[in-house]
């Protein structure tokens, strides 16, 4: 079910989309906590899930990921069924590191 339907739906990804559009200006938190958000609302927009995962996997963000984005980011994605597979892989190399697989919190798991 998704929880906006017709105009709001419509402005709500028109403003994400331009949001990704200009991702260099995207933060790390904001970028998963944009995705995370439109999950909740079951908005579904591969273009947006895209979008999003192209920044996740730039240079300045991607080292700075932790346990909670790497889950926050692959529970969305699962929840709209709009995977990014290049970031699921990359999420996957993350993981089976011992440093970064030794501070995840219980949560993240």
């Known amino acids: 079910q998704q929880?906006?339907?017709?105009?709001?739906a419509i402005t709500l990804v028109a403003l994400a989309r331009r949001?990704?559009?200009e991702r260099q200006y995207l933060q790390r938190?904001?970028?998963?906590?944009?995705?995370?958000?439109?999950?909740?609302?079951?908005?579904?927009?591969?273009e947006l899930v895209h979008g999003i995962g192209?920044?996740?996997?730039?240079?300045?963000i991607f080292p700075e990921l932790n346990g909670q984005d790497v889950?926050?980011?692959?529970?969305?994605?699962?929840k709209v069924?709009?995977?990014h597979p290049e970031l699921v892989v990359a999420f996957g190399k993350l993981i089976a590191d011992?440093?970064?697989a030794s501070a995840l919190s219980a949560?993240?798991?």
Do not use: I
Request: glycine share 6%; no cysteine; hydrophobic share 45%.
């Open 3 to 8: 929880h906006l339907t017709g105009s709001g």
């Open 71 to 78: 889950s926050m980011t692959l529970w969305a994605m699962a």
């Open 19 to 21: 949001g990704v559009q």
């Open 54 to 60: 192209k920044r996740l996997l730039w240079p300045d």
């Open 29 to 46: 938190w904001e970028a998963v906590q944009l995705l995370y958000s439109f999950s909740k609302l079951h908005v579904r927009d591969e």
């Open 98 to 100: 011992d440093e970064f």
């Open 81 to 83: 069924r709009a995977p």
């Open 107 to 109: 949560q993240s798991l």
